[in-house]
């Protein structure tokens, strides 16, 4: 079983155009709303590949029996954390290139009282896997990630971490079983820029000797670099053209915790399910077909090679 928390869920409105001009009207060509944030997302992602998931989120009530119904309809249990407040929305609009353009509403703060029926709703069972997942409100504190962990049993073998900026820094000393920063989020943690795959492995193993079981970078077209304690491995997908890469980090994670040995194994697991999830319109809820898997290209790392232009 994995159980997400998304602190920040929202409402996406997803707009499919042929091409985005602003300042003139747009028509869409077709237009769909769906319950969302990144853990939520993560636990569409495992369900929709015959993994168990549950997603936590605070909400309204009826906010909250919106998202119960739509996450239930895809077989995600629910559970709502009661608030007064309602539910951000987010928009995104992609073009018939794919280029993707997102407007995100910042968010509601996450205040004492909440944040403690979050945690008790996370560590609700000890044999969960823990996702913890998204950008906290305004407002709230940076930690609560940390508390979750805290809250956990044992956090190196359940906790999965992936937030970034001050959020992510408070993870620092938390022992983790998977955090998945990005190369830019990697960049602003450790405060240095990463120019070759060598530098980018060796501050990720100065992660995991601080307690990050797992430490998987996304570089985005580029694919990704999986390191632990037992080696370093990269991979790649082909395709030739993305249709929407949102989501796509939400679903590395949730390919690794379909496949969470930490080798790779877990790498390919990931990348094939961050292929579905840019070959779709959809944010999420994507299943890896035989071609998404036959896609992965595993390879060594070469310490001396660029890792090129940053695109995340």
């Known amino acids: 079983m994995i159980r997400?928390?998304?602190?920040n869920p929202s409402f996406d409105h997803t707009f499919q155009v042929e091409q985005l001009e602003p300042g003139v009207v747009c028509r869409a060509d077709t237009v769909s709303i769906a319950a969302a944030g990144k853990g939520v997302n993560v636990a569409r992602d495992v369900v929709a590949n015959g993994g168990d998931a549950t997603a936590v989120v605070p909400g309204s009530v009826v906010d909250g029996a919106a998202f119960s119904r739509e996450l239930e309809h895809h077989g995600v249990g629910c559970v709502v954390v009661d608030r007064e407040a309602t539910t951000r929305r987010n928009i995104t609009i992609i073009d018939q290139w794919g280029t993707t353009t997102k407007v995100n509403d910042a968010g509601v703060t996450v205040d004492d009282e909440l944040a403690v029926l979050l945690i008790a709703a996370a560590s609700a069972d000890p044999d969960a896997f823990v996702a913890a997942c998204g950008s906290l409100p305004p407002g709230t504190d940076p930690s609560l990630f940390v508390e979750i962990g805290k809250a956990l049993p044992a956090p190196e073998r359940t906790l999965a971490i992936d937030t970034s900026g001050r959020a992510l820094s408070e993870c620092l000393d938390m022992p983790c079983l998977l955090a998945k920063p990005n190369r830019r989020e990697l960049e602003e943690l450790i405060g240095a820029r990463l120019h070759t795959y060598g530098d980018?492995?060796?501050?990720?193993?100065?992660?995991?000797?601080?307690?990050?079981?797992?430490?998987?970078?996304?570089?985005?077209?580029?694919?990704?670099?999986?390191?632990?304690?037992?080696?370093?491995?990269?991979?790649?997908?082909?395709?030739d053209r993305p249709v929407n890469t949102v989501g796509a980090g939400d679903a590395l994670v949730a390919g690794f915790l379909l496949e969470p040995a930490g080798n790779e194994a877990a790498l390919s697991s990931a990348l094939a399910l961050a292929r579905a999830a840019v070959s779709s319109v959809a944010t999420a809820?994507?299943?890896?077909?035989?071609?998404?898997?036959?896609?992965?290209?595993?390879?060594?790392?070469?310490?001396?090679?660029?890792?090129?232009?940053?695109?995340g």
Do not use: C, F, Y
Not at 4 to 7: A, E, K, L, M
Not at 214 to 236: I, K, Q, T, Y
Not at 285 to 307: F, N, T
């Open 4 to 7: 997400t928390v998304t602190p």
């Open 200 to 239: 980018l492995v060796q501050a990720a193993r100065d992660l995991v000797d601080r307690g990050w079981k797992n430490v998987l970078v996304s570089l985005g077209p580029a694919g990704a670099v999986l390191v632990n304690e037992r080696g370093a491995w990269a991979g790649s997908t082909q395709l």
């Open 285 to 311: 809820g994507m299943k890896m077909s035989a071609a998404d898997r036959s896609a992965v290209e595993l390879r060594p790392i070469v310490e001396s090679d660029s890792l090129g232009e940053e695109t």
